[in-house]
């Protein structure tokens, strides 16, 4: 019976410390989750997260790797209308022909003949390129007035289709078929036209096509 009492008293110490163990190691462990929470938030907190957690980069940085490239005008030499949205009112400039003057009145051109410039009625117009060509081919008369000017375009039934300015020099789009008087009259049909575009323009050179080709290589062909 005695060595009874002292296997019991050892069985029981065994069953406390199995049972004890467990909760020990479960504190430990709500320690090291608590622990790791914080330390979670505290690196959350140490700078500013995007959609989804991602880190983002400031607003400049952002801004520059999202953004569109800057828009840039047209390419330099690309051809631009002479067109514009705003109507305007004013006068144009037209060219005709001082028969014989050799230069006295104005650009001397062709047979020794002059290219003079004259003044329209006010004339509205969105595209002055436009407005002082079809002004010019309206022009069915031979005779300037009483100025002793010629219109060498009379005759023709040429009409204005297009254009535009590029590199100082205005392109100007015709369709139809000029009439010539004669070889006197090619240059004067050529300058009136040119110098008419260059006006209206405001560039010093031109080139005038009758259904794509060159005036020059056009009435040469004839």
Not at 71 to 96: H, K, N, R
């Amino acid at each position: 019976m005695t060595s009874s009492t002292p296997v019991h008293h050892r069985a029981f110490h065994h069953s406390v410390f199995h049972q004890t163990a467990p909760r020990r190691g479960a504190a430990l462990n709500v320690g090291a989750i608590g622990a790791a929470a914080l330390l979670a938030l505290a690196l959350a907190g140490c700078g500013p997260s995007g959609p989804g957690g991602t880190a983002t980069s400031p607003a400049t940085g952002g801004a520059t790797t999202s953004a569109a490239a800057p828009a840039t005008g047209p390419a330099t030499g690309s051809p631009t209308p002479s067109s514009t949205e705003t109507p305007t009112t004013s006068p144009l400039s037209i060219f005709y022909v001082a028969v014989g003057d050799a230069g006295k009145s104005g650009l001397e051109i062709g047979c020794g003949d002059s290219l003079v410039s004259t003044v329209s009625e006010p004339v509205e117009y969105t595209d002055p390129v436009e407005a002082a060509i079809t002004h010019l081919l309206a022009d069915k008369n031979r005779e300037y007035g009483e100025t002793g000017l010629i219109n060498a375009l009379y005759q023709s039934t040429l009409q204005y289709v297009s254009s535009s300015i590029r590199n100082g020099t205005v392109t100007v789009e015709l369709t139809g078929q000029p009439v010539s008087g004669g070889t006197c009259d090619d240059p004067r049909i050529q300058a009136q036209l040119k110098y008419t575009a260059q006006a209206a323009a405001s560039v010093k050179e031109s080139v005038i096509l009758i259904d794509g080709t060159p005036i020059e290589e056009f009435m040469s062909q004839k």
